[in-house]
């Protein structure tokens, strides 16, 4: 079975500063990756996907990720962090066969950005 | 806004009672999704269906059940409410039921005392 691990419960990072949010996922094929973001009292809302090809993807808002195989990471990126991106960061590993299209979600890193 | 409705925001009941949670899909999209969010739990898939089917099964306790109308909406109907069922419940929907990305609802956020 499929899970997906994130390390970092809580990351504070100053505005401007560089933001690394980390994941490591097990699945024994090639992985779909996703990272969502969840702002308070909101549903969550993609960040961005990785199917195949480039292993950098980009993402709305400014975030990147990296696929790494060898590591089985898929860690999310920004250069410049804002204070609007103050929110909870969830990475997930989709499995899709024949059965559907299942969603298993990291634990969440809740991200908060000091002015 | 990511175009799926969920209804209602808030619900609060008693244990033992029975709710129905519901879900718009965005337009265009076949498959709907329900995930349960709690502090201790995390997310966790319940139940997908594509185009009124069941597709896929996740960790839904028997006490729950869903369902994918003709005209896509969905149901979460949750029954003999227990404490432990406090948690915000989401719908999700995407085009396929492939690899597609998932759009989220806003959630029900449900509360058992």
């Known amino acids: 079975a499929q899970s997906v691990t994130q390390p970092d419960i809580h990351i504070t990072v100053s505005e401007g500063a560089s933001l690394e949010l980390r994941c490591n996922y097990s699945y024994g094929a090639t992985p779909y990756l996703f990272w969502y973001v969840q702002s308070p009292g909101q549903g969550l809302q993609l960040l961005l996907k990785?199917?195949?090809?480039?292993?950098l993807v980009q993402g709305i808002k400014g975030f990147e990720a990296e696929f790494k195989r060898s590591q089985s990471s898929f860690n999310l990126r920004k250069p410049s962090v804002h204070w609007s991106d103050a929110a909870e960061y969830f990475c997930?590993?989709?499995?899709?066969?024949?059965?559907?299209?299942?969603?298993?979600f990291g634990g969440g890193t809740r991200l908060m950005v000091k002015p | 806004d990511s175009g799926v409705t969920q209804t209602p925001k808030h619900l609060i009941t008693a244990t033992g009672q029975r709710v129905t949670l519901r879900c718009s899909p965005r337009s265009g999209d076949l498959s709907v999704y329900w995930y349960q969010q709690s502090l201790d739990q995390g997310l966790q898939f319940l139940i997908q269906y594509y185009n009124g089917e069941e597709r896929a099964k996740g960790n839904i306790l028997e006490r729950f059940s869903a369902q994918q109308f003709p005209d896509l909406h969905s149901e979460l109907n949750l029954s003999s409410l227990e404490l432990g069922d406090s948690a915000l419940y989401f719908c999700?929907?995407?085009?396929?039921?492939?690899?597609?990305?998932?759009?989220f609802g806003n959630g029900t956020r449900l509360t058992v005392t």
């Open positions: 999700a929907s995407s085009v396929d039921s492939l690899n597609s990305p998932l759009h």
């Open positions: 997930a590993v989709g499995m899709n066969n024949n059965a559907g299209n299942m969603l298993t």
């Open positions: 990785y199917f195949s090809g480039d292993t």
